[in-house]
């Protein structure tokens, strides 16, 4: 059974699963789907158009569905789906894409943590961790178990890659190449993020040749398009090396250098 406190606001044509708990002074939207066992915090805002997945919470004066921040942007229906098992903290926002029938998507186990801004069509992997205080701009792409540290902002149409890692305060312009850390001010490549693909069982043989191919990419005297040819021809093909390459011969806006 759901429980919904007597001063939230609730749009008659909202779907609520089994156990959702709603708190006070909450204000649901219509056109909003909420799954089972998922908590809405007090003060909460859900505009629109939105899902949201099973055993999520939304903290306190947290805003999700909102409109796209987008001058581009007149009205037309577009949506934000968020996975099962989401978390998104207090003050955080969460716009709608922009574009009609277009989709703002996070995805399941994702951390997003107080005041964090994600704009439209961005697209949030499976267990991120976006920290305090990121600012992502539209049609950012996060791959799955990437990390952001707090305070940073992500210009538009960046990608970063799958298991990466960004440190605190950074400053992203350029796409972030999966498996592979970045901090500092002005931001510049680290190493293989090692600790994190630990972690997640990564093989030592699969760490030693992503460090190969950092150390063609980032400590050679090879161009990117240099240092790919070799990897191509050097290295052992393994889904993690071909994932890689991948990724940076398809990045539209260049590779972080």
């Known amino acids: 059974m759901s429980h919904i406190d ?5 749009d008659e044509k909202v779907c609520l699963g089994d ?5 006070p002074f ?11 066992g998922t908590k809405i915090g007090p003060a909460a805002f859900v505009e629109k158009d939105t899902t949201i997945g099973k055993d999520c919470f939304i903290a306190h004066g947290a805003v999700v569905g909102s409109d796209p921040q987008d001058l581009k942007y007149n009205g037309e229906r577009s949506l934000l789906t968020i996975g099962d098992r989401t978390t998104i903290r207090e003050f955080a926002t969460v716009n709608r894409a922009a574009g009609a029938g277009e989709t703002t998507i996070i995805g399941d186990d994702v951390l997003i943590m107080a005041y964090v801004h994600i704009a439209h069509n961005c697209i949030i992997g499976d267990n991120v961790v ?8 539209g049609h950012v792409e996060v791959g799955e178990c990437a990390i952001i540290g707090g305070v940073t902002p992500v210009h538009q149409f960046v990608r970063i890659g799958k298991y990466s890692f960004v440190g605190g305060a950074s400053r992203i312009s ?7 850390k970045v901090a500092g001010i002005p931001t510049r490549p680290i190493e293989v993020n090692t600790v994190g ?3 997640h069982g990564f093989s030592e043989e699969t ?10 990419l980032y400590l050679s005297d090879l161009n990117t398009t240099q240092a790919l040819s070799r990897i191509r021809v050097e290295m052992k093909v393994c889904d993690e090396v071909e994932t890689l390459v991948t990724f940076i011969e398809s990045s539209s ?5």
Not at 6 to 10: D, F
Not at 253 to 257: A, E, N
């Open 174 to 180: 350029k796409d972030i190449p999966p498996y592979f």
């Open 207 to 216: 760490l030693s040749r992503l460090r190969q191919c950092y150390r063609l």
């Open 253 to 257: 806006r260049g590779i972080l250098k």
């Open 130 to 137: 976006i920290v305090n205080a990121v600012n992502l701009a």
């Open 19 to 23: 156990g959702v708990v709603i708190g």
């Open 197 to 199: 693909l630990q972690r």
């Open 26 to 36: 909450a204000v649901i939207g219509p056109g909003v789907t909420i799954g089972d």
């Open 6 to 10: 007597v001063r939230a606001v609730i």
